[in-house]
């Protein structure tokens, strides 16, 4: 008996073991995909967070400055 019959007789056919590789294959696919969307989610929502964070340093900054102006005029 080779491997092919010893294949063949233990899972029930080639077609089975084929239909589990696919089936494999196509849960791996389903997870690298959704690792993906998760991922990008993810990231997309970091450059939201960052841009917003950024928006209000330049507030800050802009406060800041506009104070040193007054205190230079000797408004302080």
Known sequence: M???AACVSLTGGLP??????QERLTMK????????????????????TMAGAGKD???VGEKVQ???????????
């Open 29 to 48: 696919r389903l997870i690298a995909l959704m690792l993906m969307a998760m991922f990008s989610t993810a990231t997309l929502s970091a450059c939201n």
């Open 57 to 59: 340093v330049q507030k």
């Open 66 to 76: 506009d104070k040193a102006e007054d205190c230079k005029d000797g408004k302080c």
């Open 16 to 21: 089975m073991a084929l239909a589990i590789h």
């Open 2 to 4: 080779g491997f092919t």
